[in-house]
């Protein structure tokens, strides 16, 4: 199927709250084109290199859309993605957040809104906040009172392989942080983001209470990384 029809057949099986992010790894500049005519307007990147390339490519579309960083953001790369980014989705510590915070002013802006990532099957592998809620809310407090970072909510990458009976359990442990957070006094932010579940995972996500989906696959077909 074509991606028009891949993106339709997603948004027939979801509820209308639920927002679609296009993981757009490895896909061109003509992919995520389509993507946007078909109404998705949030991309997801992983590296910043692809995210400024396809930004420069699309540079007609950048009013109708919202980057997000899904990847892991190094240090040494924050300034870029805050040239191009409206989201960075992979906040994990209290340096990330203060570096972050640090360069906004830089780059000729307010602020940013930002993502707790949260590594929810507690991976050696995978970057993400510890799956504690007590270390959660207390990033997310010394988040809430950065001058140029706006909290949303959460996001996690669940555990790869593993079949949808197996993969419930964390999303359901997702939800709790998130409804947790919710009830957090966060004066200066805004928690209305639970961005959970990929290709094929985003239905037991939605089942779960995630309210932002990042497919990729499902979208574009198998990546080819040659």
Request: proline residues 4%; glycine residues 6%; negative net charge.
């Amino acid at each position: 199927m074509s991606i028009t029809q891949n993106i339709n057949k997603i948004r027939n099986e979801i509820p209308n709250h639920v927002r679609i992010l296009a993981a757009a790894k490895t896909r061109t500049a003509e992919e995520i084109r389509e993507t946007v005519e078909v109404g998705v307007s949030i991309i997801g990147e992983n590296y910043i290199q692809e995210l400024q390339d396809r930004y420069t490519a699309l540079e007609d579309l950048t009013t109708d859309l919202e980057w997000h960083m899904i990847g892991h953001l190094q240090t040494n790369k924050i300034n870029k993605a805050l040239r191009y980014c409206s989201c960075i989705q992979t906040v994990e510590s209290k340096k990330k957040a203060r570096a972050i915070n640090k360069r906004v002013p830089k780059a000729n802006r307010e602020s940013i809104s930002v993502l707790i990532e949260v590594n929810i099957g507690n991976e050696e592998s995978k970057f993400g906040i510890e799956p504690d809620f007590d270390k959660i809310a207390e990033l997310a407090k010394y988040i809430d009172e950065l001058e140029h970072l706006h909290l949303e909510g959460l996001m996690t990458i669940e555990p790869y392989g593993k079949d949808p009976a197996e993969i419930r359990p964390y999303f359901k442990k997702m939800k709790n942080f998130y409804d947790n957070l919710q009830g957090t006094e966060l004066p200066n932010s805004d928690i209305k983001t639970l961005s959970m579940g990929i290709s094929n995972s985003y239905k037991i996500a939605i089942e779960e209470g995630g309210n932002m989906i990042r497919p990729g696959t499902a979208i574009y077909g198998p990546r080819d990384y040659s």
